[in-house]
């Protein structure tokens, strides 16, 4: 009979023992030595049936086909734009795939997108060699300006994210700020108060630091609700 050792959303360090028998199986993030299941490395513990896999606290981004994300423009040639999307490898935005309208050879490509430019883009290849390819064809695809860009570890987008975009909207409507959380980890954030613009920032980034505890969504309503009540008590 196969026993878990650990508990649920526990965070365990590498070589740390997660269950001991064979009835468990050792999936992302785990290795099988002996009798036991190990971590692999520095994560959340997971449990799904027979199923023992770790949410790792770190690493960069692995880019996938289907994620939205946010890149910068970091070279532009004859053929398109070079985007850092904070991974190891970057991505390439074609002509045909960089807007709706047809762009003729030799155009001047710093017209659509410039040197310095933060794009939300779609990923819509990643071959075995790691080139990525992007698209801006779909909606909410666009250039963004202006605000700020924050970087968060990309094994916690999903807590900023929430079920089904619950706690983004949170913050948005708590700062009245505009908020793009891109899967690669950047996120960009502007409001028209540079105030309510920085307690958005902080909140992310609150998030991000106590994403593996309990009680999240609760403990951040409260934090905005008590923030936003001193800043309107500063501004009377």
Request: glycine letters at 10%; a positive charge.
């Amino acid at each position: 009979m196969g026993t878990i050792l650990v508990k649920e959303k526990s965070v365990v360090v590498p070589g740390e023992e997660l269950a001991e028998g064979m009835d468990y199986l050792p999936a992302q993030g785990t290795y099988r030595q002996g009798d036991f299941i190990r971590a692999a490395k520095l994560g959340l513990v997971n449990v799904d049936g027979k199923v023992i896999k770790l949410i790792p606290l770190s690493g960069r981004y692995l880019p996938k086909k289907g994620d939205t994300i946010i890149g910068q423009v970091i070279d532009i040639s004859f053929s398109g734009w070079r985007l850092d999307i904070n991974s190891a490898y970057s991505a390439m935005l074609s002509l045909k795939d960089a807007t709706s309208e047809f762009i003729i050879r030799g155009a001047d490509l710093t017209q659509y997108y410039n040197l310095g430019d933060y794009l939300v883009a779609k990923i819509t290849n990643v071959t075995s060699q790691k080139l990525v390819d992007l698209s801006m064809k779909g909606p909410g695809l666009r250039s963004v300006r202006g605000g700020r860009i924050v970087k968060v570890n990309t094994n916690k987008v999903p807590r900023v994210i929430g079920k089904q975009g619950s706690m983004v909207v949170t913050v948005k409507n708590a700062t009245d700020t505009k908020i793009i959380v891109g899967q690669n980890g950047l996120v960009w954030v502007m409001g028209e108060n540079p105030k309510m613009e920085a307690l958005a920032v902080n909140t992310i980034k609150k998030i991000e630091a106590e994403a593996h505890m309990p009680g999240l969504t609760e403990r951040i309503k409260n934090y905005l609700e008590e923030e936003v009540r001193k800043l309107k008590g500063e501004s009377q």
